[in-house]
């Protein structure tokens, strides 16, 4: 049982460059969640998944797109990556997307942008 | 938006002391989380807090809140060098879509 995984553990793009981040639980959890984690901000939303096949924006999907490929996997996509997201991200699930279930966290990709 | 700050952001300690964190957050909550991250690691969870009033301990470290004053704090009672990570507060309300919004982190160190 390995909980939430990621990959990659770490990357370096160029401006512009693209890259999808992948995740994947094996809890049977319905939601699933992507945050970045900068100095002094905490984490922040970027998007989630209540269930499969729905997505929704939270609070900075600007620059993001994601895919909730089947309840085990949900990707995070750059499309043409900035210096501003230059942080790391944490993926996260969730039994549901009630607020009432603890939500549990992958081990995180650092990613820089040059 | 709902806002949740942390205080301090920053705090250094020496072992066998004791202190208080606080999270304040700016609208009704539903719940409370607090969660530990040690240097380039993941969060793991401490505490769930369901209400008002609500208190949890788990050896040095106890959680409690209370809505009214939309305020939680963790309480760390006689420091061990052990304890130094950085700790989230995560509020979730009804109000702002059941998304968690995280504090800042406070970054505890414990001195020997």
């Known amino acids: 049982n390995a909980g939430v995984t990621q990959t990659p553990k770490f990357q370096v793009l160029k401006t512009g460059q693209s890259m999808t981040l992948q995740c994947a639980q094996d809890?049977?959890?319905?939601?699933m969640y992507w945050y970045r984690q900068d100095p002094g901000m905490g984490l922040r939303l970027i998007y989630y998944?209540?269930?499969?096949?729905?997505?929704d924006k939270g609070e900075v999907p600007n620059g993001y797109n994601v895919s909730r490929l089947n309840k085990r996997e949900f990707s995070l996509r750059l499309e043409s990556a900035a210096p501003s997201q230059t942080s790391v991200y944490f993926c996260a699930s969730s039994e549901g997307a009630s607020g009432i279930y603890e939500q549990y966290f992958g081990p995180g990709t650092r990613l820089t942008v040059t | 938006e709902l806002k949740v700050e942390q205080n301090p952001l920053f705090l250094s300690m020496q072992e066998g002391k004791n202190y208080t964190i606080y999270c304040n957050y700016s609208t009704t909550s539903d719940r409370l989380y607090w969660y530990r991250q040690d240097p380039g690691k993941s969060l793991e969870s401490l505490f769930v807090l369901l209400s008002n009033g609500a208190v949890k301990q788990e050896g040095r470290l106890m959680a409690s809140l209370d809505t009214k004053a939309r305020l939680s704090t963790l309480h760390i009672t006689a420091a061990v060098h052990d304890l130094s990570a950085t700790y989230f507060c995560a509020v979730v309300s009804a109000n702002t879509g059941n998304q968690f919004y995280f504090g800042t982190g406070t970054s505890l160190t414990v001195i020997p």
């Open positions: 998944s209540a269930s499969e096949g729905t997505t």
């Open positions: 809890m049977n959890h319905n939601s």
